[in-house]
């Protein structure tokens, strides 16, 4: 992917982020621990095996226990919002998913980090609706562990 770790794209307002489609920044590594995968469990009450046992996990399809597909996504705020500084914003607002696809599983103590692609920029009546690509990669791994289209609003100040 393009972009080197620590990149931020910015812009001067919600406006500007139009002239902002089609570049790249990718964030910092992030550690997904056992402990937060638990939690995770706790709060969604899922407790299946492959995230909790790391006995039965270790002898199953991923050799270790792995983070929820959901908990993966959750962590896109994390990850992924310091990618896009916009000036002269009141505030940020997640508008959706266009498309969600899982394509790797997040071993327990892996590393993951996002890599934030803009592709568009829509002027609506509230702001200014952006849609990003965003990926989040595995550390060592040959394929990600998530491609989500995301959806944001920018609501501009004043």
């Known amino acids: 992917m393009s ?4 990149d931020v794209i910015t812009v001067e307002s919600p406006a500007a982020l139009a002239d902002a489609v089609g ?8 550690e997904v621990t056992q402990e937060r995968i638990a939690a995770f469990a706790d709060a969604t009450e899922d407790h299946q095996w492959i995230h909790l046992d790391a006995e039965k996990a270790a002898a199953g399809p991923f050799g270790s226990t792995v983070a929820h597909g ?7 705020p ?14 940020v ?3 959706g998913l266009d498309r969600l696809r899982f394509l790797s599983p997040v071993p327990a103590g892996s590393r993951v ?4 692609e803009i592709l568009s920029a829509e002027p609506t009546s509230n702001g200014v609706r952006l849609a990003s690509k965003v990926t989040v ?11 989500a289209h995301t959806l944001s609003l920018y609501v501009p100040e004043g």
């Open 137 to 147: 990669e595995i550390e060592g791994a040959g394929k990600p562990a998530l491609v």
């Open 93 to 95: 607002m997640n508008y």
């Open 23 to 30: 570049r790249t920044a990718t964030g910092e590594w992030f």
């Open 3 to 6: 972009g080197a770790e620590g």
């Open 78 to 91: 994390h990850l992924a919002a310091s990618l896009v500084a916009v000036g002269g914003t009141a505030m």
């Open 70 to 76: 959901y908990l993966t996504l959750s962590l896109l």
């Open 113 to 116: 980090r996002a890599v934030t």
